[in-house]
Each structure stands twice: as C-alpha cells, then as structure tokens.
C-alpha cells in the first residue's frame, strides 16, 4: 500500500494565490461599488466599447454648449435689466423738462441739470456693466469699457462737447452762449445731433485732423465695437451674446441728457432755452421708443434670451436621454456591487484565517 501526502507548503502555496485572487478581485469590486462603472469597461462592454466611446463623447460636447448658453444667459439677462434701467433714467429726464416747462428760475433750472446729471452718470454706469470681467455693452472689445465718464477730469467727450459749442458761437460771431437765439440754438442742435448719431463726421476744426472724419460718437464717448460678440448655443444656432453702447437708442439718451444738463442756464435766452427743452424731449422720446431705440435694443435682447433658454431645455433633454443610454452600458447595480465587495471581504477574512491555522501547524506540537 502506498501512502501520498500534500505538505503544508503546498497548501500555504495554494491559499496565497487564493487571497491574491481575491484581492484583486476585491479592488475591481470596490471600484465597481464606489463609481457604480463597470471596472473594466472593455472587458464588460466588448464591441460595445466604442458606442459608449461615442456618447461619453456626445455627452461632453453637450455640456460644454450648454456652459457656452449659461454664460451667454447671464450676459444677455444682464444687458437687459441695464436697458431696463436706462429705459427708466430716460423717463426721469422727460419727467425732469416737463417739471421745468417754460420756467427761467434759476433753482428749478438747477434742479433740472441735477436730474439730467445724475441721469447721465448712472446711464453710464449701466453702459459699463460686467459680466465675469467682460464688458456686456463693449460688443467684442469686451476686455475695453466702452463708455467714457463724462465727468471725469480731462474726459474727452466733456472736451468735444465744449470744443463743438465754442466753435460754433466763434463761427458765427455770437458773443457768448448766453446771447444764442433760438433759432441759433436750433441751428448748433441740428449740427451737434448729426454727429452722436453719426450721419456727419468729426470735423477739423474743432478737433485735431487725426480725428477728422471719423464717427463722432466713437471717437469721444464710446470704445465699444460695432460687432457683438456670438456663442454657439446649440449645434445649429448662433446667436449675438451681448449688445454694444454704439446703438442710436444710447447716442440719443447721451445727447438729450447732455445739452439739457449744459445748457438749461438761466442766462440763456427763454428761446434758446426753449429750444434746448423741445429738443431734448424729442431726442429722449426718440432714444426709448423709436427706431434703434433703447426699447428695439431690450427686444433683441429679449428674444436672443428666450432663444438661449430654449436651447438649453432641448440641449439638457438630449443630455439626459445621452446620459440614460451611457448608464444602461456602464453602470452596475449598486446593491450587486456593494453583495459581491462584502462576499469579497467575508472570503478574503476566511482566507486569512484558513492561512493562519495552517501556518500554526507544526510536527512538534504531535510529539
């Protein structure tokens, strides 16, 4: 009769490479139980690989259009309140002229400049809203502000106002501001509202030749650029992302709010004046509600808003059914993971002791 034996160091061996086995086996299994993933999405998927390759793919460009749309809502739902605002300051000055009438008191006067001042300064102060470091109404120069500070020391469309009032009362041999008739008065409105709505050019003199020719408005008040800036919403749609300080509505509030707020003096002429006071309610009636208007501009806005929320909801429905497709490929059932990473660890602790006792086993403990 012969007699075979398994040695200890064999068993010791075999329990070895079984709680290897299981360790390896227990990572992919915490893996799976923690990101809910397949571990090893080749293996599992197979020649499915690279359709989820392409939706994971699909899912990231969606995303990054629909971070693209978020910026652009908040950009254009920004340059909408501003225009709200400026719409608002714009019925301040028309409330402001008809509080005045026809009135030469110097305090009425002086509390109709304030309004127009202060008009003025937050209308500005709308023009150079930011968003996240860019300019809304800079068009795409959104790194530049695009409004110039009237009141501020040295401003350049402080100066160009001065500069086109004295050349014209010089030209004309008027003695002073104050001796303009209305009729002159009229006369300098026509050529000053020409040039803020840029159907006449910088003239030289009063300006330097290097600016001569060129759009008033641009040249003095505004650095914004004519072209607005664009984002991709959707695969399909583009849309103008924000607006520019360059449209008729702004030049015309810039222009009523200015000769109203420099030249209701009371040592004007009562024509003079009346003609400043019937010209601005023109020019300001015009900048809200007519052609190219502050209200057109708000509109634009409006719809480029609406279009943008739309997007969004059809982007992040794709997304959502993308994202439900992907999970079906991907994911593992969480109560599966987390049964199979606790049978993981129960054997892995059998095998630990299993391994213990034979180790403990000894010739010596039998003699």
Request: aromatic residues 6%; charged residues 20%.
């Amino acid at each position: 009769m012969k007699t075979s034996f398994i040695s200890s160091l064999s068993i010791q061996t075999t329990m070895r490479n079984s709680i290897a086995g299981v360790q390896r086996e227990m990572v992919k299994a915490n893996q799976e139980a923690v990101t809910q993933k397949h571990a090893d999405l080749g293996v599992t998927l197979g020649a499915n690989t690279s359709r989820a390759l392409d939706l994971s793919r699909d899912i990231t460009r969606i995303n990054s259009l629909l971070s693209t749309a978020a910026l652009a809502t908040q950009r254009l739902e920004s340059a909408e309140l501003s225009l709200k605002n400026m719409n608002d300051l714009g019925l301040t000055i028309q409330s402001a002229i008809l509080t005045l009438g026809s009135s030469a008191d110097e305090t009425n006067l002086e509390t109709a400049r304030k309004a127009m001042s202060d008009a003025l300064d937050s209308f500005t102060t709308f023009a150079n809203t930011a968003v996240q470091g860019e300019y809304i109404f800079a068009g795409i120069n959104s790194d530049v502000k695009p409004m110039e500070d009237y009141f501020a020391p040295g401003s350049p469309a402080k100066a160009a106002f001065d500069a086109e009032l004295n050349h014209y009362v010089s030209t004309n041999g008027i003695g002073s501001v104050a001796a303009m008739t209305g009729t002159q008065m009229n006369d300098f409105l026509d050529k000053l509202e020409a040039k803020f709505n840029g159907s006449s050019t910088v003239t030289s003199p009063p300006h330097s030749a290097a600016v001569a020719g060129q759009d008033f408005w641009t040249a003095f008040f505004s650095d914004a650029s004519d072209e607005n800036m664009k984002s991709r919403i959707s695969p399909t749609e583009v849309i103008d992302s924000s607006t520019n300080a360059n449209s008729l509505g702004m030049r015309n509030f810039a222009f009523a709010s200015i000769v109203s707020m420099e030249l209701l003096k009371g040592n004007m002429t009562q024509d003079a004046r009346s003609a400043v006071a019937t010209r601005t309610t023109s020019v300001i009636n015009k900048a809200m509600n007519g052609v190219d208007s502050l209200k057109q501009q708000r509109t634009t806005v409006g719809i480029a808003t609406e279009r943008t929320s739309k997007a969004e909801e059809r982007l992040q429905a794709q997304e959502d059914i993308l994202t439900k497709s992907l999970g079906s490929m991907e994911n593992v059932d969480p109560e599966e993971a987390a049964t199979r990473l606790n049978t993981m660890k129960t054997l892995l602790e059998t095998a630990y002791t299993v391994t213990a006792k034979i180790q403990q086993l000894s010739l010596a403990n039998y003699l």
